[in-house]
C-alpha cells in the first residue's frame, strides 16, 4: 500500500516538478525580455537569449547529463542489478547522481593523448561538428505557448521557443544531415583503420536513414498544412468527432513508426549503433581522449533529447496537455496554463527519452545488411505508401476525420497483431533447473 | 545455457518484426517499473530475501556475503580445547598427507604429562597450500579444520602468508566423549575444568551437522529440508 502510494506520488511529482520548472523559464524569459527592451534591445530579443539559455544550454545539457547517468542507473534495473552507487555523500549515493561530477572530473583531467598521423584541424573540428548541430536542433522546437506577461506594468508576449522559422521542418532535416559530418570527420581525421570503419558505418547509415526521416514526416506536413513546428503543435489542439485531439500519434501512427525508427538510426544507439559497436571496431571515436571523447558521448545523448523532444512535438501534441485542457483553459490564469503546456510538454520529452533507453536496452546491434534492408526495403516504402496514402485522405475530406480513422484502425491493427500470442518456445525442464539453481545460489 | 532452442522458419508475424519488437519492450518496462518501485530487499540473511516484488539479485559484496556450504573449506584453524590448548597431538598424519608440503610440525611433550604430545611448532604456509582439505580428513583428533569461511586475507609480505600455531589456534573449542585427556584425566587439566569439559563433550559425529556450519545463520537442516520441500 504505501508502495502505491509512492507510487502516485511520484506520478504526480514530475509533472508537477516540470510546471512550476515551465513557471520559472517563463518568469525568466518574460523578465529577460523585460530587461533587454528597457536597455533599447529591439523586442522578443532578450526572450531569444534566455531562451537559448535555459531552454538550449540548461534544460538539454542538463536532461543529457543526468541521461548518462541514467543509461546506467536504469539499465541496471532493467538487468536486475543495482548500478552505479559507489559515490556516497553522507551514506547516501542518491541514485548515482555524484557519478556525474566524478565522470566530468575524470574526463577533464585524463592524459591528452592524440594520434600523431592525425589530420589536426579535422580532429580537433569533429567534437565540435558532432556536438553543435545536435543542439541547434533544438531550436526550433516550440516548448510552451506565446503568453501575455507584464511586467512592472510593461506587457510583452514571451513563448518559450528561441526560432519560430518558417521552414521549421525544413531546418530540422538540414540540421540533422550536419551531424554526419562530426562521426565521418572524427572517423577520417584519426588515421586509424577502426576509426575509418565507425566514421563510413555512420555516414553511410546516416545518410541512407535521412531520406525515410524526412519522408516520415511529409504525411504530418500535410496533415497541419505547415512546415513550422509551432503552427504543427497547435493544429493537434483541434478535436476530431468533437472529442478526440488531432494528435500525430492518431492521425499518423505508420509516420511515427518510421520517423522513431529512422531518428533512432540517427542518434547511433543501439540496436543501431554500428558506427559505435563497442565489441567489434570501438567506433569512430576510439582515439579521441578525455572530454573530445566525452563530447562526442554527450553529442548522442543530446540527440535523444531533441529527438524526444520532436517527436513529442510533431506526434504527441507538444506542449498541449491532452487531459482535462479545456477545464485546464478555463480555470487558471493564462501564465499559469502554459506553465502546464510547458510541465506537460518537458513531462513528454522525459517520458520518450525513458522510451528510448528501454529500446536501447531492448535490442541487440543489428548487422550492417540489416540495418540497409531495413531502411530501403522497408522503411522508405512504407514512408512514400504512408505520403500518398495521407495525401488522397487529405483530399478527400480535409477535416482529417478520415485520416483519423484510418489511423486509429491502423493503430487497432498494430494492437491486435502485436497482442497476438506469439508461437510458445518449449524450453526443456533442465533449462529450467539451471535457471533456478543460478538465481537461488 | 547449454540447451537447443526449436529452430524453424518465422512466420509471419514474426517476420513482421515490429510486434515482437514492441511486446519486447513491453517486457523489459515491466522489469524496469518493478526494480524502478519497489527497492532492493536488505535482510542481512541474503538467502531468506524475497524476490517477489523487486528481483534485484544482487549482494553488494564486501557488506553483504553470502553464506558458504559446511563443506566450503577455508582458512584452515587448530582447534582449541575448553583449556585453550590444541586438540593437536602433533602425529604428523596431516604434514605427511599435504600434497603441497606445506605444514611444518614440531612436536614436543606437556612437561606435567609426559604422556601426551602436542605440537610447538604448527606452521602452514598458505601460499603454498593447494587447499585441496586433505589435511581435515587425516587428522585423528579433529584438530585441524578447514570451517573459518574466511578466504587467507590479503597481505603485503610472503611472510604475513605463513601462518603459526598462535595465529592458528582460535574458533569454538570442541571436546569429544572418547577424546583420551577426558576418559583418563590428565594432571595439566584442573579437577572442575576436566568436569566441565567432560560435560560439555559429544559423541563424535558421522554426518555433518549445523555445528559444522561456517557462517552465523547457515543451517544445514534447513538447507536438506527446503530441499525435501522441492
Ligand atoms: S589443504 Fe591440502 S595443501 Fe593445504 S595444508 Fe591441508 S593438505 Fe596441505
Ligand atoms: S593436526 Fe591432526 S593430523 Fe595434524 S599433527 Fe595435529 S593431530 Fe596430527
Not at chain 1, 503552427?231 to 520517423?259: D, H, K, Y
Not at chain 1, 570501438?282 to 548522442?300: N, Q, R, S, T, W
Not at chain 2, 524475497?50 to 559446511?70: C, F, G, H, K
Not at chain 2, 605440537?119 to 581435515?136: N, Q, S
Amino acid at each position: 500500500m504505501r508502495r502505491f502510494l509512492g507510487m502516485v506520488l511520484f506520478a504526480i511529482c514530475v509533472p508537477l516538478s516540470m510546471v512550476l520548472l515551465g513557471r520559472a523559464v517563463y518568469w525568466l524569459v518574460a523578465g529577460a525580455e523585460y530587461l533587454a527592451t528597457s536597455l533599447g534591445a529591439p523586442p522578443t530579443y532578450g526572450a531569444a537569449i534566455a531562451n537559448v539559455i535555459l531552454l538550449m544550454l540548461v534544460f538539454v545539457m542538463t536532461t543529457a547529463a543526468l541521461l548518462t547517468i541514467g543509461e546506467r542507473k536504469w539499465s541496471a534495473m532493467i538487468q536486475n542489478r543495482i548500478g552505479p552507487n559507489r559515490i556516497r555523500v553522507f551514506g547516501n549515493s542518491a541514485g548515482g547522481i555524484f557519478f556525474l561530477a566524478a565522470d566530468a572530473l575524470k574526463m577533464l583531467t585524463k592524459e591528452n593523448i592524440n594520434p600523431s598521423q592525425r589530420s589536426r584541424v579535422l580532429y580537433e573540428l569533429a567534437p565540435m561538428a558532432a556536438f553543435a548541430p545536435s543542439f541547434a536542433l533544438f531550436a526550433v522546437v516550440p516548448v510552451g505557448p506565446a503568453v501575455d506577461s507584464v511586467v512592472n506594468g510593461v506587457r510583452t508576449t514571451v513563448a518559450l521557443q528561441v526560432a519560430n522559422i518558417d521552414a521549421g521542418l525544413l531546418f530540422v532535416f538540414g540540421i540533422a544531415s550536419l551531424a554526419v559530418y562530426g562521426t565521418a570527420l572524427a572517423g577520417w581525421a584519426s588515421n586509424s583503420k577502426l576509426a575509418i570503419l565507425g566514421g563510413v558505418r555512420a555516414s553511410s547509415q546516416m545518410i541512407s536513414y535521412e531520406v525515410s526521416l524526412g519522408l516520415a514526416l511529409v504525411g504530418s506536413m500535410m496533415a497541419y498544412q505547415s512546415l513550422r513546428l509551432e503552427e504543427m503543435v497547435r493544429a493537434q489542439g483541434q478535436l476530431l468527432w468533437g472529442f478526440l485531439p488531432a494528435l500525430g500519434f492518431f492521425l499518423q501512427p505508420v509516420g511515427l513508426l518510421v520517423f522513431f525508427v529512422s531518428a533512432f538510426a540517427e542518434t547511433k544507439r543501439t540496436p543501431f549503433d554500428l558506427p559505435e559497436g563497442e565489441s567489434e571496431i570501438v567506433g569512430y571515436f576510439v582515439e579521441y581522449p578525455g572530454m573530445k571523447f566525452g563530447m562526442l558521448f554527450l553529442a548522442e545523448f543530446i540527440e535523444v533529447v531533441v529527438l524526444a523532444a520532436i517527436t513529442a512535438a510533431i506526434f504527441f501534441g507538444g506542449w498541449h496537455p491532452v487531459l482535462f485542457e479545456g477545464w485546464l483553459r478555463e480555470n487558471l490564469s493564462p501564465i499559469w496554463f502554459a506553465s502546464v503546456c510547458a510541465g506537460a510538454f518537458l513531462t513528454k520529452v522525459l517520458l520518450l527519452c525513458w522510451l528510448q533507453l528501454i529500446v536501447r536496452w531492448t535490442l541487440p546491434r543489428f548487422r550492417f545488411d540489416q540495418i540497409q534492408k531495413l531502411c530501403w526495403k522497408v522503411l522508405l516504402p512504407v514512408a512514400l505508401a504512408n505520403v500518398f496514402i495521407t495525401g488522397a485522405l487529405i483530399l478527400v475530406d480535409p477535416s482529417l476525420e478520415l485520416l483519423g480513422l484510418v489511423g486509429l484502425v491502423e493503430i487497432a491493427a498494430m494492437a491486435v497483431i502485436t497482442a497476438a500470442v506469439s508461437r510458445k518456445v518449449e524450453v526443456p525442464a533442465h533449462a529450467h533447473a539451471a535457471a533456478a539453481a543460478v538465481a537461488g545460489h | 545455457m547449454p540447451y537447443q532452442l526449436p529452430d524453424s522458419e518465422l512466420n509471419l508475424r514474426e517476420r513482421l518484426y515490429f510486434p515482437e519488437v514492441i511486446q519486447g519492450v513491453g517486457i523489459i518496462m515491466k522489469q524496469f517499473l518493478r526494480n524502478f518501485f519497489f527497492g532492493r530487499q536488505k535482510d542481512p540473511d541474503v538467502l531468506a530475501r524475497d524476490r517477489s516484488l523487486s528481483q534485484n539479485a544482487t549482494i553488494a559484496y564486501p557488506e553483504e556475503r553470502v553464506p558458504y556450504p559446511p563443506a566450503y573449506r577455508g582458512l584452515h584453524r587448530l582447534v582449541p580445547r575448553e583449556d585453550g590448548r590444541p586438540r593437536c597431538v602433533a602425529c604428523y598424519m596431516c604434514a605427511t598427507i599435504c600434497p603441497a608440503q606445506c605444514i611444518y610440525i614440531e612436536a614436543g611433550e606437556y612437561p606435567d604429562d609426559p604422556i601426551e604430545k602436542y605440537p610447538v611448532k604448527f606452521v602452514i604456509d598458505e601460499l603454498r597450500c593447494v587447499v585441496c582439505g586433505f589435511c581435515v580428513e587425516a587428522c585423528p583428533k579433529d584438530a585441524i579444520r578447514m570451517d573459518t569461511g574466511e578466504h587467507a586475507p590479503p597481505s603485503y609480505t610472503r611472510a604475513a602468508q605463513v601462518w603459526d600455531e598462535k595465529r592458528l589456534l582460535r574458533g569454538p573449542p570442541v571436546s569429544y566423549q572418547n577424546d583420551p585427556w577426558l576418559r583418563r584425566g590428565s594432571p595439566s587439566i584442573s579437577p572442575e575444568k576436566l568436569q566441565e569439559m567432560r560435560a560439555r563433550a559429544k559423541p563424535f559425529p558421522l554426518n555433518a551437522t549445523d555445528e559444522y556450519a561456517q557462517t552465523p545463520g547457515f543451517s544445514v537442516r534447513a538447507l536438506a529440508s527446503e530441499a525435501k520441500g522441492k
